[in-house]
């Protein structure tokens, strides 16, 4: 009975996720996206509702990017491996922010420095210091995931435009062609 009650669910839920363009461009987007974690269902998003862009079990603090400095722009774009779960290509701009691990800290003047962190369902994954990555299809539960990227400090603060982090997420469905099903960006390209 407990696996009627989740492809239920899960089948009253894919048509709210049709209602939002595929790239939200505002906050109010965020908000709704939101609004889909407060359902108590089985989907966790990456944007919980203090806003900080990285699920419950992973909090840090947001740190504003700096006056005159670049807002990075982040994309995401996910491709099925046929051999076994996805490859996530992590698009940011490079006029804006520099991917790189903590030893390689320059300081380059007018754009910010960091790695991304990888959140699966809500979880915290791995750091992240380059724009590809093999996600094992280990990962993912059958059904609706999420996937998020967050652009992050070396000091691991979540780096954020007006207190809204910098993110993008994907939410798919491993059980469907095509696997996406929803796509949010708070900075997209």
Same mark, same amino acid.
């Given at each position: 009975?407990?696996?009627?009650?989740?492809?239920?669910?899960?089948?009253?839920?894919?048509?709210?996720?049709?209602?939002?363009?595929?790239?939200?461009? $505002?906050?109010?987007?965020?908000?709704? $996206?939101?609004?889909?974690?407060?359902?108590?269902?089985?989907?966790?998003?990456?944007?919980?509702?203090?806003?900080?862009?990285?699920?419950?079990?992973?909090?840090?603090?947001?740190?504003?990017?700096?006056?005159?400095?670049?807002?990075?722009?982040?994309?995401?774009?996910?491709?099925?491996?046929?051999?076994?779960?996805?490859?996530?290509?992590?698009? !940011?701009?490079? #006029?804006?922010?520099?991917?790189?691990?903590?030893?390689?800290?320059?300081?380059?003047?007018?754009?910010?420095?960091?790695?991304?962190?990888?959140?699966?369902?809500?979880?915290?994954?791995?750091?992240?210091?380059?724009?590809?990555?093999?996600? #094992?299809?280990?990962?993912?539960?059958?059904?609706?995931?999420?996937?998020?990227?967050?652009?992050?400090?070396?000091?691991? #603060?979540?780096?954020?435009?007006?207190?809204?982090?910098?993110?993008?997420?994907?939410?798919?469905?491993?059980?469907? $062609?095509?696997?996406?099903?929803? !796509?949010?960006?708070?900075?997209?390209?």
């Amino acid at each position: 009975m407990k696996k009627i009650k989740k492809i239920v669910y899960s089948l009253a839920i894919v048509p709210l996720l049709f209602q939002w363009p595929v790239v939200a461009k $505002t906050a109010e987007r965020q908000d709704k $996206t939101m609004a889909l974690d407060n359902m108590k269902g089985n989907i966790n998003l990456a944007v919980d509702n203090a806003g900080s862009g990285l699920g419950d079990d992973h909090l840090h603090v947001k740190k504003a990017v700096p006056a005159g400095v670049v807002v990075p722009k982040l994309d995401l774009q996910l491709f099925v491996d046929h051999k076994s779960g996805y490859n996530l290509h992590i698009i !940011y701009d490079y #006029d804006g922010f520099e991917l790189e691990p903590p030893e390689f800290l320059d300081k380059p003047k007018g754009i910010i420095e960091g790695h991304a962190h990888l959140f699966i369902n809500g979880k915290k994954i791995q750091r992240v210091y380059g724009a590809y990555l093999h996600l #094992d299809a280990k990962l993912f539960k059958l059904g609706i995931n999420s996937i998020s990227v967050t652009l992050n400090s070396h000091q691991h #603060d979540t780096w954020s435009v007006d207190g809204k982090p910098i993110v993008a997420t994907y939410f798919i469905n491993t059980q469907v $062609t095509p696997v996406i099903q929803y !796509y949010f960006s708070a900075f997209p390209m």
